[in-house]
């Protein structure tokens, strides 16, 4: 007989108000939804504070359907609004992108957004610690969320087995370009999995080097890594006609944060030889360093406009995507990157950063370019931007793409979180 499977959703609980996921939330969302289809004696827990607490699963479905719905959205949702008054011409869909009071303030925003969330689900979640939920039973982490917490660990010894999933080093490698103090966390989270029966997985064979090498820095062995990519969301793999657009567009998804390396793509198009008649649009939410990345981009030369589209469900990102031009992702590190596959799994075009994860994944389905080189960029974007050759070319490269399937990708996790 299966031991039960036992997912944390602690992540998932405070951020399933946002208006658009990230990477992570995907796949946490993801293993959510394929465990309430595929295994029915699946749990849900709470952990924060250390201590595991079970939502009674009426709360589990509501809270996995009621992000699923708001990240998803529907053709007609207010996003595909937007994204279809611009698609039309209308000069005000989106605003220009500069740095609002709000990212100045993204703490302060994500206060208010768990506030929210306790009072949608957080009081859902029983008061009493229910450590007995996990006797026996295979335990999921795929977010990283209270794995520095020895309490958790505790706790976590009535299971039978445990499986964490990490998704890069980052925090380690360059705390430069992660949330201060995530350094420290992450050291502290090795720590707890060197010394335990982890099942580890992460997402591409560049990460598991890296987290090798880095937890191997710090005087740490872990327990032998496997690969299971993240699935790409179904909605991005239907290759659909794509959109008109009333004016051309280079489509850059993901968050506003240094890590990005937005700021060789203002460059690039300051370079740019030929014609400039484009919008490139920043399509993703805001890091704690926005405002200072966005203030940092400097003005664009005329004939560009730099935009900025947030909040944008899943129906309204594909749809743009489609659209555009090409999606642009000039990454300075990535363990995955969710829009290079997404993109490529819709058949638009990509140029990406020639870096460890893309290469593995993506190479010769994108053009994949030096991060640093605004001169190769800029010629790139010339020639996509006239719809010439290398445009061209990078278009059937995309139409050959594709993705694996999420639910084998999912299975194929949970198969080996039992395994002895």
Same mark, same amino acid.
């Given at each position: 007989m299966n031991q039960p499977l036992v997912l944390d959703v602690s992540r998932l609980l405070w951020r399933a108000v946002r208006a658009a996921p990230g990477g992570i939330d995907r796949l946490e969302l993801a293993m959510a939804q394929h465990l309430l289809r595929e295994e029915p004696s699946a749990r849900f827990v709470f952990t924060d504070g250390g201590v595991v607490r079970v939502l009674k699963p009426a709360m589990a479905r509501r809270l996995v359907e009621g992000a699923s719905a708001r990240w998803s959205g529907h053709p007609r949702d207010a996003a595909c609004g937007r994204v279809t008054a611009y698609l039309a011409g209308a000069e005000d869909a989106f605003p220009p992108a500069r740095a609002r009071l709000a990212d100045r303030q993204v703490p302060l925003v994500d206060l208010g957004r768990n506030l929210l969330a306790g009072l949608l689900y957080r009081r859902g979640v029983p008061r009493t610690a229910e450590p007995e939920a996990l006797q026996g039973a295979t335990y999921l982490n795929l977010s990283h969320r209270n794995l520095d917490d020895a309490k958790l660990f505790a706790a976590l010894s009535r299971a039978g087995h445990l499986l964490c999933y990490l998704h890069d080093d980052i925090p380690l490698r360059r705390p430069n370009l992660a949330a201060p103090g995530s350094d420290q966390r992450f050291r502290r989270m090795l720590r707890h999995l060197g010394e335990r029966p982890v099942r580890i997985v992460t997402n591409s064979a560049a990460s598991r080097r890296r987290i090798v090498e880095s937890a191997a820095a710090h005087g740490l062995r872990l327990a032998r890594v496997e690969v299971i990519a993240p699935p790409v969301a179904e909605l991005f793999t239907h290759r659909t006609p794509p959109s008109v657009a009333g004016r051309r567009f280079f489509l850059v998804p993901g968050l506003v944060t240094a890590r990005k390396n937005l700021a060789l793509l203002a460059e690039a198009c300051r370079a740019m030889a030929g014609r400039r008649d484009f919008d490139l @649009?920043?399509?993703?939410?805001? #890091? &704690?360093?926005?405002? /200072?990345? =966005?203030?940092? =981009? #400097?003005?664009?030369?005329? %004939? @560009? *406009? &730099?935009? *900025?589209? /947030? %909040? =944008?469900?899943?129906?309204?990102m594909a749809r743009l995507v489609r659209a555009a031009i090409a999606v642009l992702a000039p990454s300075l590190e990535e363990g995955f990157d969710y829009p290079v596959h997404e993109a490529l799994a819709s058949g638009v075009p990509v140029i990406a950063s020639d870096i460890p994860a893309h290469r593995e994944y993506v190479a010769g389905y994108a053009e994949l370019l030096d991060a640093r080189d605004v001169a190769g960029w800029a010629a790139a974007l010339a020639d996509f931007a006239a719809g010439g050759p290398r445009h061209a070319a990078a278009r059937a490269a995309a139409g050959r793409f594709a993705a694996p399937s999420p639910a084998r990708l999912l299975r194929g996790m949970t198969e080996l979180a039992r395994a002895t």
């Open positions: @649009i920043l399509a993703g939410a805001p #890091g &704690l360093d926005a405002a /200072e990345v =966005l203030a940092g =981009l #400097g003005a664009m030369p005329p %004939g @560009i *406009r &730099l935009l *900025r589209a /947030e %909040g =944008l469900s899943d129906h309204a």
